[in-house]
């Protein structure tokens, strides 16, 4: 029950960030070409950005890692497994973001909105003295979570949406 929740969460979160996106977007559409604005738009997956790990005999995740639609890059939370402090896992994590970002064509600078799922909501300071770090002077906007579990080991784990 706790996992369809948070699943309905997510769903709903990404909706609401896609029209959040277009709505933005849209006070450029008179300065775009028309052609342009009529281009098609296609759902794109991005089988090769930071794949999960495949265990031999494993069945495929039923998930993508990153799918593309337009200009919007939306990427599949990632969490950090291993052992080691919430920084730890929040540099791990934020790190293979980046990755990911930019093997599909985007970057840190191009984040618009992050979820950052916690286990412990008492690691929000720790957490939040690495990823300030990372998106530089415009930070993406951001919803905290609290909740358990995350994953494995994982204390944290970070989805977002950029653009391309």
Not at 84 to 94: D, M, N, P, Q, S
């Amino acid at each position: 029950m706790e996992s369809q929740s948070r699943r309905t969460l997510l769903k709903n979160a990404a909706k609401v960030a896609a029209a959040a996106a277009t709505v933005t977007a849209g006070s450029t559409i008179a300065a775009t070409p028309a052609a342009a604005q009529m281009a098609p738009r296609t759902k794109k997956a991005w089988p090769d950005a930071n794949e999960p790990p495949v265990v031999p005999g494993a069945a495929a995740p039923p998930y993508s890692p990153a799918i593309s639609y337009g200009n919007l890059l939306f990427l599949s939370g990632i969490g950090h497994h291993g052992g080691g402090t919430v920084e730890e896992h929040t540099k791990a994590v934020l790190d293979d973001i980046e990755k990911q970002l930019v093997s599909c064509g985007s970057s840190m600078d191009k984040v618009l909105k992050v979820n950052v799922y916690l286990k412990n909501s008492s690691d929000w300071g720790a957490m939040n003295s690495v990823y300030k770090t990372r998106f530089g002077k415009v930070p993406p906007t951001r919803t905290t979570i609290g909740c358990s579990p995350v994953g494995d080991n994982a204390l944290i784990e970070i989805e977002c949406i950029a653009f391309i």
